[in-house]
């Protein structure tokens, strides 16, 4: 079966870097995303990576092991708006999406 | 960057009527339209998906003959919830993936559906 795995909630301080981990199993891969929700809206796109290696964009850098079927975003110098939760989403062989639960990132001062 | 609205964002109806929820793409042409629902503090669950001009597919569990959904349009989807109920509250997303865009999902602003 399908399947996405990242943890229910971290905790972390401002000005701090948290590492939100995701590990993914999908009928074949055409990639993988990392979404921004906050509480009564809609996800926003923060990032998508299809060949290994680490995307860095601004504050936020995600990385991708397609071997390992395993991805980490990072978020570096931690803001108080940063708190939110976080969605990973593996992309299947028919571009469909497959969602985490998502991370619930708490950021204290 | 492209821009995904959604009409009402806020819906209070009263129980056994019908609610629509319009989906739209404002600056490309959205091939494949798709329907979420959100339980608070859960995630996103997938109801349907929509190509335009066929039928929505529709995922295990969901009714169509409540759900109906309509892409009538490369720019307009809509979501028809029949007969509301109580349980049918929740927090509806739209998302829409482009023609040259075939990876990347747009959303919409979601949509607070109450039945009271």
């Known amino acids: 079966g399908q399947n996405i795995d990242q943890p229910t909630e971290m905790t972390a301080t401002e000005g701090a870097i948290v590492q939100i981990n995701c590990t993914y199993q999908?009928?074949?891969?055409?990639?993988l995303f990392w979404y921004q929700q906050h509480a009564g809206e809609a996800p926003t796109f923060l990032s998508y990576?299809?060949l290994d290696g680490l995307e860095e964009k601004g504050r936020f850098s995600s990385f991708l092991s397609r071997s390992k079927g395993y991805s980490y975003l990072l978020l570096k110098e931690l803001q108080m708006k940063d708190s939110a939760s976080y969605l990973c989403?593996?992309?299947?062989?028919?571009?469909?999406?497959?969602w985490g639960a998502g991370t619930k990132l708490i950021i204290k001062p | 960057g492209a821009v995904v609205s959604q009409h009402p964002s806020r819906v209070i109806c009263k129980s056994g009527t019908s609610v629509k929820i319009e989906c739209r793409s404002l600056?490309?042409?959205?091939?494949?339209m798709f329907w979420y629902r959100q339980f608070p503090k859960k995630s996103l669950m997938l109801m349907a998906t929509?190509?335009?001009?066929?039928?929505?597919?529709?995922e295990q569990g969901v009714e169509k003959d409540k759900f109906l959904i309509n892409h009538a349009s490369l720019t307009l989807s809509t979501l028809t919830v029949t007969s509301a109920h109580p349980e049918d509250s929740s927090f509806y997303i739209c998302?829409?993936?482009?023609?040259?865009?075939?990876?990347?999902?747009?959303f919409g602003p979601g949509t607070r559906l109450t039945v009271t």
């Open positions: 998302s829409a993936r482009g023609l040259a865009r075939d990876y990347e999902q747009y």
């Open positions: 600056d490309f042409q959205a091939t494949t």
């Open positions: 929509s190509n335009e001009g066929s039928k929505a597919t529709y």
């Open positions: 999908t009928s074949g891969f055409n990639g």
């Open positions: 990576n299809v």
């Open positions: 989403a593996a992309s299947d062989s028919n571009y469909q999406l497959i």
